[in-house]
């Protein structure tokens, strides 16, 4: 069983910056892939970008792409989510997520959840 937890959301200004963590606790990371999903109020969870465990490979939305990246520290058990140039529409609930097989884009795939962190972006 792995339990993940986020932190690290909040307020921010449209342009502004964030970096969510999704730290793992009950058991390692280690050979699981890690991904992000958003949130929006009355709207479906949508992938936001992913990471393997190794070799470490990205994958990213294309409302994303150039702006945020994810990271994963294997000592710390850890994965962030470094959020720039924030926009309002990136406005969400965000989770992370851990698999070993399967489709990264595909929330049913996901065998563990987090609880979710929200982020606010001002206009």
């Known amino acids: 069983q792995v339990q993940l937890v986020e932190s690290g959301g909040g307020l921010v200004q449209a342009g502004g910056s964030l970096r969510l963590s999704c730290a793992a606790s009950?058991?390692?990371?280690?050979?699981?892939?890690v991904g992000w999903f958003s949130q929006a109020p009355g709207k479906e969870r949508e992938f936001v970008g992913a990471?393997?465990?190794?070799?470490?490979?990205?994958y990213y939305a294309d409302a994303v792409k150039g702006r945020f990246t994810i990271s994963r520290d294997n000592a710390k058990n850890t994965v962030y989510l470094q959020m720039n140039t924030l926009k309002p529409e990136d406005t969400a609930v965000y989770y992370c997520?851990?698999?070993?097989?399967?489709?990264?884009?595909?929330?049913?795939?996901?065998?563990?959840w987090g609880q979710g962190t929200q982020v606010t972006v001002s206009s």
């Open positions: 997520a851990a698999k070993i097989i399967g489709n990264y884009r595909d929330t049913d795939d996901y065998n563990y």
């Open positions: 009950g058991r390692s990371f280690r050979g699981y892939t």
């Open positions: 990471i393997d465990w190794s070799p470490p490979y990205t």
